[in-house]
């Protein structure tokens, strides 16, 4: 079979299997060309994790490729202390507006009377889930109780904030807590770590399409760049994430390290400016603490303080009272799931102790924690092309 150029594939990526077969080919050729024992390819997208599990990608990878999931789960690294600070308003009151997502988040406390924000409410706290800061608006105009939303996210869900902060619509009754965190300083620290840790060193990056489409490739050219790592910044169809592989494969051969777009038809290179202005206008960075993890340098975004008067930090006075040691429950892995140090069955507890339906962990909560992903879709499911 001949090569066929990659402007080729990437026209017909509407998924079917003679594309999946050639890309799967492509990536074996190029492994076979690559001088290193074992190749390590980091995703930092919870739904490149669940495309990757859930059409077996993984299965198609030549023995020295090496899948692993990055930092790309909102909800496993928010803090314990920003939900039992939560837990500890709802049950005086006031009501605590949260995703879905974040609604079973298991605390590390011993001291609080409920173990999650569902637990609160079973036991009389003011919990509501919603699907958006709008919907916590309109809901806080109409009741007019002193209310919190809990703003967990990345950089995609950032502007869902700070446009309306931006616009006046939140209602005086109605605070924001801001638990965002940045993706590049994670990055950074992720594949800084494996160095560290002696383990194997991380030679490709899925960059993470929804987060480039608002901070664009930029960015990742200029992780590329430093660590000399190449990176695509990847949709989420599973031919995106094979074309994606192959394309790092490519890079890695000829000794490119720069950042590709493969997700052009949503992601420019400096973002969106709108998004990143009205982001940049409300909130400053500063060193944020990752769960389980510890403090990221400037990994966090806070609102400025032109915008106390909405900071439910300040407003209650809530406090960061988070150690590296203390934010997972014992035996809990999820720090190095989450850095892409192991895999979810590598932990003891993954699936025994720590289920779906019973999470343990933080891991095992949201849709796009790995360990969560790895129990509902499998792990190690074969894909049939
Ligand atoms: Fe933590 Fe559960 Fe994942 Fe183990 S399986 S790392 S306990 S979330």
Redesign the pocket.
């Known amino acids: 079979m001949s090569s066929p150029r990659f402007e080729e594939i990437n026209y017909f990526l509407k998924g079917n299997k003679i594309i999946a077969r050639t890309l799967t080919r492509l990536i074996y050729r190029y492994a076979s060309q690559i001088r290193l024992e074992r190749i390590k390819i980091m995703n930092f997208c919870g739904t490149h994790e669940w495309t990757t599990v859930h059409y077996g990608i993984r299965s198609l990878m030549p023995p020295k490729i090496e899948l692993v999931a990055g930092p790309g789960c909102p909800v496993c690294i928010t803090p314990s202390s920003v939900i039992e600070n939560a837990i500890n308003i709802a049950l005086e009151g006031v009501r605590v507006y949260t995703f879905g997502d974040a609604y079973r988040l298991p605390v590390t406390s011993k001291k609080l009377e409920a173990k999650s924000l569902e637990d609160a409410k079973s036991k009389g706290g003011d919990v509501k889930v919603i699907y958006s800061f709008l919907e916590a608006i309109r809901d806080a105009k109409r009741c007019k109780e002193s209310s919190v939303f809990v703003g967990i996210g990345f950089e995609t869900t950032a502007p869902g904030y700070s446009i309306p902060i931006l616009n006046g619509m939140v209602p005086e009754n109605l605070f924001f807590y801001s638990v965002l965190r940045l993706t590049p300083p994670a990055a950074r620290y992720a594949i800084n770590k494996a160095i560290e840790k002696g383990v194997t060193p991380v030679h490709g990056i899925i960059a993470p399409g929804h987060v480039s489409a608002i901070i664009g490739s930029k960015p990742w050219d200029e992780i590329s760049r430093e660590l000399k790592i190449p990176s695509v910044i990847s949709g989420f169809e599973p031919l995106d994430v094979l074309y994606s592989i192959a394309l790092i494969l490519k890079m890695l051969k000829n000794g490119e390290y720069k950042a590709r777009n493969e997700y052009s038809r949503v992601v420019e290179w400096n973002g969106n400016r709108r998004a990143l202005k009205s982001i940049d206008k409300v909130f400053d960075t500063y060193n944020a603490f990752w769960r389980g993890i510890g403090v990221i340098p400037m990994s966090g975004l806070e609102l400025r303080s032109y915008y106390n008067h909405l900071n439910a930090k300040k407003i209650f006075r809530f406090s960061d009272y988070d150690s590296r040691e203390t934010s997972?429950?014992p035996?809990?892995?999820?720090a190095e799931?989450t850095l892409g140090l192991i895999k979810?069955i590598e932990?003891p507890?993954?699936m025994k102790?720590?289920k779906p339906e019973h999470?343990?962990?933080?891991?095992?909560v949201s849709l796009e924690?790995a360990?969560s992903i790895w129990a509902r879709h499998g792990g190690r499911i074969i894909a049939k092309i």
């Not at 035996?331 to 999820?334: D, F």
């Not at 999470?359 to 095992?364: A, D, I, L, S, T």
């Open positions: 997972l429950p035996g809990c892995r999820c799931v979810p932990c507890l993954f102790t720590c999470p343990y962990g933080p891991c095992m924690g360990c």
